[in-house]
């Protein structure tokens, strides 16, 4: 068929949560495709099993990262220094307000972390969250008494997004299921050195103790251990320059369009 199918994590890692309907469309739609596109090997791996019959057609092709937008700046990030955060340690948390993304451990992490490093701030960004989740962050931050050092963030621009990653020294990403997050890959190449969760798919973009961290799911203490080694890392710079070509050469947006707009001029084409 001339159909094109693109495939998130959640429609194949957590079909066991998802809705009966987005099951059935799942279901129906999939073997239908010409093509299957998805963001990871280990996605392309799980809908292979998922749907044996389209795993000849299924690709991985990133959501591409505009790397003329999204990249280093010696210039001071406006955030940062709306926020007074020059110079301090910036544990950046970019991911949505949901029980899947572990908010929860992430704060209690830091929690940690705070009582050694006196310059470490945790900056999170909020949008589309899940209220009940959202208000049970905001309860445990005040229980552990570090409200003067986290910033919640509303709705960010995406125009704004650059100078956003390039407000943190280390980006945390731990969520229980996930393909390739375009927050990670934005934020590697802005220069914030990565910590993700053990998961297939990330262990294609992160080489744990090589260019950032990988921290068991739900592991408090590992990940506050994690943040701790980043905040000391000495090799940085090496570590920046190498993801920034890292995601040049594997997920340029550029790249990713061109290949898509002939992949659909031969599917037109049959």
């Known amino acids: 068929g001339r159909m094109v199918v693109t495939v998130w994590g959640s429609d194949i890692y957590r079909t066991h949560v998802i809705e009966d309907e987005q099951r059935r469309l799942i279901a129906e739609y999939l073997p239908r495709a010409g093509l299957v596109t998805c ?3 280990d996605l392309k791996i799980a809908i292979g ?12 092709v990133q959501w591409g990262v505009d790397t ?5 700046s010696a210039t001071p ?10 110079g301090r340690t910036v544990f950046l948390s970019p991911r949505n307000f949901y029980p899947l993304y ?7 992490a830091f929690a940690q972390v705070a009582q050694r490093l006196p310059d470490a701030v945790l900056l999170m960004k909020r949008y589309a969250s899940e209220a009940d989740y ?3 962050v905001e309860a445990l931050i005040d229980e552990l008494g570090i ?16 100078d956003f990653y390039r407000s943190g020294t280390i980006m945390i990403s731990v969520p229980e299921s996930d393909g390739t997050p375009m927050s990670l890959l934005e934020a590697m190449a802005c220069g914030c050195l990565p910590i993700v969760s053990d998961l297939p798919s990330l262990h ?23 943040m701790l080694d980043m905040a000391h890392c000495a090799e940085r710079e090496h570590i920046i320059a190498h993801n920034l070509a890292l995601v040049r050469e594997r997920a340029s947006q550029q790249a990713s369009r061109d290949y898509m707009v002939a992949r659909y001029q031969a599917l037109c084409a049959l």
């Open 68 to 72: 003329a937008l999204f990249t280093p």
């Open 39 to 41: 963001d990871s090997e």
């Open 204 to 226: 294609e973009w992160v080489v744990d103790g090589a260019n950032g961290r990988v921290v068991p799911v739900g592991n408090v203490d590992a990940l506050a251990d994690a």
């Open 102 to 108: 572990r908010l929860l451990e992430i704060v209690r």
């Open 77 to 86: 990030s406006r955030i940062a220094d709306k926020l007074g955060l020059a």
């Open 134 to 136: 959202s208000q049970r």
């Open 147 to 162: 409200r003067s050092r986290v910033h919640i963030l509303e709705q960010v621009d995406y125009a704004e997004m650059p």
């Open 49 to 60: 099993e998922f749907c044996p019959r389209v795993a000849a057609v299924t690709e991985v």
